[in-house]
């Protein structure tokens, strides 16, 4: 196993209480797998994602367990934490043109890393800077262009170049499809594909995206966030022809392609949340315990499980 | 680039000609006479009356207001800015001639302010709150407040009278220069401060330097490399409108160490009420403070790559 994520929890002090962005996560990922977070904005993904690399600010207050090829991220010094970043966990955010830094060219940007974690002189990081751009689908010749000279889809090649660049064992994805042109996210999509099925052996990648269409087309398998809690889990293709949590399937209902079917009701506030199972309040088939009662989750199945009592 | 040069040095000639014309304005209008002060400092006599008239008719100041300044205007067309009422000596000989030393005074304390402010704003900026922050925004508080003259004389007693280190007033060697280079220098220094720190902490919380810290590179790297090169860019604008307080603080630091830079000079020459000198040492300040602004816009294009001045409208 690659990745272990064991009851996790990241809670934000703010005046009115405290913030549940992530509420007791279990995940788990294996090597060459690709592994999707989904949920509506606010559910605690991309939190998530930044806890397991500690980019969290300072005022996030973190417990659980993040194991990385056996070994607890969050009990690390910072200095051994920083040395696995960019080396052996690469992230890539979304809106590239805010992620990547305007005074530097894109060849610096990747250079960079290269110089730091491989101790190339500045001549062989440019080198291979050049040959990440090429891999990615930009030409070499562009490698002094400043990021706002180039175009979204190009920066979001550049922004995978960069996580590509020490050839990490995971990339975490964050939204990388977001704000992009519908051929454009096709594109990326076939390149994340490329840069992690497509190389031997293959890497893993913890793709987070709201974007279902996005996940089906890449993941291995889907894990469903709704209010800092993972509801249901299991392959892919299974977890599509089979929900089984209610909010999964409102979810799935709520793609166009089925009908654009809206979920009544807001996602809860991750401050005040529910009582019992967080989501019962929205769905159709909640009974009195719900309210109540906290759902734990069930096996249902090999490698599929759902936090509901009538799944 | 071509463009914009255009465009400030058309601009230049216009800031040049209002300053000069509100200078004659006021100078025209404010109370005292040249003719006076200056026969009284040649004769060491007071002057008659019709000594003052002589005096005024030979340097043409009864004329109207107007056309003693069209009279300076032609004058300055044909590349000339007069003569001192007072030395005789042509405007732009003795600007020449003391312009130097202000120029080292002003370099020298433009430098100790980037070399102390700049730092010091970073590393306040790195750790927001904590106790170093605090007593930093208290020491630039008061470093903007103190006034130059009153700091400067503070200096003087205590390093030149109490302890003998320094030499109070003078100029020539660098023990001469360090004294009124830390009067000039705190005001800057201590806006400096502030204005790094503000900047580098809105850089600092910026997605760019998120995705830095997700490379793996050192703190020392994002902080240096990341944030600051972005947080400069405001500052050197800051800069650019610092060396107009640079000027007016070396007419004051310049008087109070006796420095020989034009700063005293122009003191002197407004209190003897001679014309051409303030006329020309503002319409050369003018173009020198235009000239380091358009040098901030050039310095622009190489610190923000997103700034290129072609094809912009």
Same mark, same amino acid.
């Given at each position: 196993?690659?990745?272990? *994520?064991?009851?996790?929890?990241?809670?934000?002090?703010?005046?009115?209480?405290?913030?549940?962005?992530?509420?007791?996560?279990?995940?788990?990922?294996?090597?060459?797998? *690709?592994?999707?977070?989904?949920?509506?904005?606010?559910?605690?993904?991309?939190?998530?994602? %930044?806890?397991?690399?500690?980019?969290?600010?300072?005022? /996030?207050?973190?417990?659980?367990?993040?194991?990385?090829?056996?070994?607890?991220?969050?009990? %690390?010094?910072?200095?051994?934490?920083?040395?696995?970043?960019?080396?052996?966990?690469?992230?890539?955010?979304?809106?590239?043109?805010?992620?990547?830094?305007?005074?530097?060219?894109?060849?610096?940007?990747?250079?960079?890393?290269?110089?730091?974690?491989?101790?190339?002189?500045?001549?062989?990081?440019?080198?291979? /800077?050049?040959?990440?751009?090429?891999?990615?689908?930009?030409?070499?010749?562009?490698?002094?262009?400043?990021?706002?000279?180039?175009?979204?889809?190009?920066?979001?090649?550049?922004?995978?170049?960069?996580?590509?660049?020490?050839?990490?064992?995971? %990339?975490?994805?964050?939204?990388?499809?977001?704000?992009?042109?519908?051929?454009?996210?096709?594109?990326?999509?076939?390149?994340?594909?490329?840069?992690?099925?497509?190389?031997?052996?293959?890497?893993?990648?913890?793709? *987070?995206?709201?974007?279902?269409?996005?996940?089906? /087309?890449?993941?291995?398998?889907?894990?469903?966030?709704?209010?800092?809690?993972?509801?249901?889990?299991?392959?892919?293709?299974?977890?599509?022809?089979?929900?089984?949590?209610?909010?999964?399937?409102? %979810?799935?209902?709520?793609?166009?392609?089925?009908?654009?079917?809206?979920?009544?009701?807001?996602?809860?506030?991750?401050?005040?949340?529910?009582?019992?199972?967080?989501?019962?309040?929205?769905?159709?088939?909640?009974?009195?315990?719900? /309210?109540?009662?906290?759902?734990?989750?069930?096996?249902?199945?090999?490698?599929?499980?759902?936090?509901?009592?009538?799944? | 680039?071509?463009?914009?040069?255009?465009?400030?040095?058309?601009?230049?000639?216009?800031?040049?000609?209002?300053?000069?014309?509100?200078?004659?304005?006021?100078?025209?209008?404010?109370?005292?006479?040249?003719?006076?002060?200056?026969?009284?400092?040649?004769?060491?006599?007071?002057?008659?009356?019709?000594?003052?008239?002589?005096?005024?008719?030979?340097?043409?100041?009864?004329?109207?207001?107007?056309?003693?300044?069209?009279?300076?205007?032609?004058?300055?067309?044909?590349?000339?800015?007069?003569?001192?009422?007072?030395?005789? =000596?042509?405007?732009?000989?003795?600007?020449?001639?003391?312009?130097?030393?202000?120029?080292?005074?002003?370099?020298?304390?433009?430098?100790?302010?980037?070399?102390?402010?700049?730092?010091?704003?970073?590393?306040?900026?790195?750790?927001?709150?904590?106790?170093?922050?605090?007593?930093?925004?208290? +020491?630039?508080?008061?470093?903007?407040? #103190?006034?130059?003259?009153?700091?400067?004389?503070?200096?003087?007693?205590?390093?030149?009278?109490?302890?003998?280190?320094?030499?109070?007033?003078?100029?020539?060697?660098?023990?001469?220069?360090?004294?009124?280079?830390?009067?000039?220098?705190?005001?800057?220094?201590?806006?400096?401060?502030?204005?790094?720190?503000?900047?580098?902490? =809105? +850089?600092?919380?910026?997605?760019?330097?998120?995705?830095?810290?997700?490379?793996?590179?050192?703190?020392?790297?994002?902080?240096?490399?990341?944030?600051?090169?972005?947080?400069?860019?405001?500052?050197?604008? #800051?800069?650019?409108?610092?060396?107009?307080?640079?000027?007016?603080?070396?007419?004051?630091? =310049?008087? +109070?160490?006796?420095?020989?830079?034009?700063?005293?000079?122009?003191?002197?020459?407004?209190?003897?009420?001679?014309?051409?000198?303030?006329?020309?040492?503002?319409?050369?300040?003018?173009? #020198?403070? +235009?000239?380091?602004?358009?040098?901030?816009?050039?310095?622009?294009?190489?610190?923000?790559?997103?700034?290129?001045?072609?094809?912009?409208?």
């Amino acid at each position: 196993m690659l990745l272990k *994520i064991t009851n996790l929890r990241v809670y934000f002090k703010s005046a009115d209480g405290f913030v549940k962005a992530a509420d007791g996560v279990d995940l788990e990922l294996y090597p060459g797998e *690709i592994l999707g977070l989904v949920g509506e904005t606010g559910s605690g993904k991309t939190v998530l994602g %930044l806890a397991i690399t500690r980019l969290l600010p300072k005022t /996030a207050a973190v417990s659980g367990e993040v194991l990385y090829r056996g070994q607890n991220l969050l009990a %690390l010094p910072e200095e051994e934490m920083r040395k696995v970043r960019g080396r052996q966990v690469s992230m890539i955010f979304q809106n590239p043109l805010s992620s990547l830094n305007p005074a530097l060219s894109i060849g610096e940007q990747i250079a960079e890393v290269l110089r730091e974690h491989q101790g190339l002189k500045r001549k062989a990081a440019w080198q291979r /800077a050049g040959e990440l751009l090429e891999l990615t689908g930009i030409p070499a010749k562009w490698i002094r262009s400043y990021p706002h000279e180039l175009s979204g889809g190009m920066r979001q090649r550049a922004m995978i170049a960069i996580g590509l660049a020490c050839a990490p064992s995971l %990339l975490i994805a964050d939204e990388p499809t977001r704000g992009l042109d519908v051929t454009i996210q096709v594109q990326i999509v076939e390149l994340l594909h490329a840069v992690t099925k497509g190389v031997s052996p293959p890497r893993s990648m913890l793709l *987070i995206t709201h974007d279902l269409g996005v996940a089906a /087309a890449l993941t291995d398998r889907l894990a469903v966030m709704y209010a800092g809690k993972i509801v249901e889990y299991g392959r892919t293709g299974e977890v599509f022809r089979n929900p089984r949590h209610p909010y999964t399937r409102a %979810l799935l209902d709520s793609h166009p392609s089925n009908g654009l079917i809206a979920t009544k009701g807001f996602s809860p506030s991750l401050i005040n949340l529910p009582p019992g199972c967080s989501f019962h309040p929205r769905c159709k088939k909640a009974r009195k315990k719900c /309210a109540h009662e906290p759902p734990l989750v069930q096996r249902i199945g090999m490698d599929h499980g759902v936090r509901c009592f009538y799944a | 680039m071509r463009r914009l040069l255009i465009q400030r040095l058309v601009s230049a000639v216009f800031v040049m000609l209002i300053a000069s014309f509100l200078s004659f304005l006021l100078l025209f209008y404010a109370p005292g006479n040249p003719a006076e002060t200056i026969i009284r400092q040649q004769s060491g006599l007071d002057p008659t009356y019709a000594e003052i008239e002589l005096f005024m008719k030979r340097h043409d100041l009864n004329r109207p207001f107007l056309v003693q300044c069209l009279q300076w205007l032609y004058l300055l067309t044909h590349g000339k800015l007069g003569v001192s009422l007072r030395t005789g =000596e042509p405007v732009l000989e003795e600007f020449t001639a003391r312009f130097g030393a202000t120029f080292q005074l002003a370099v020298a304390a433009m430098a100790l302010s980037v070399i102390i402010g700049l730092p010091i704003g970073v590393f306040a900026a790195t750790k927001p709150n904590s106790l170093f922050d605090h007593i930093i925004r208290v +020491v630039s508080l008061a470093g903007v407040s #103190i006034p130059e003259f009153w700091l400067g004389l503070m200096l003087m007693l205590c390093f030149s009278l109490a302890l003998g280190w320094l030499p109070c007033f003078g100029h020539g060697t660098v023990r001469h220069l360090v004294l009124p280079m830390i009067t000039l220098a705190v005001g800057i220094t201590a806006s400096l401060m502030r204005f790094v720190r503000t900047s580098m902490l =809105e +850089v600092l919380n910026l997605d760019y330097i998120k995705t830095a810290k997700a490379k793996g590179l050192r703190e020392v790297v994002i902080v240096w490399k990341h944030a600051l090169k972005n947080a400069l860019i405001p500052v050197v604008t #800051i800069l650019g409108t610092q060396v107009g307080h640079l000027l007016a603080g070396a007419v004051i630091v =310049e008087t +109070v160490f006796s420095w020989p830079g034009i700063g005293k000079f122009f003191v002197d020459s407004i209190y003897a009420r001679d014309y051409p000198v303030i006329q020309g040492f503002v319409l050369i300040i003018a173009a #020198i403070y +235009v000239l380091v602004n358009l040098l901030v816009d050039i310095l622009y294009v190489y610190l923000d790559p997103r700034v290129r001045y072609e094809g912009r409208s």
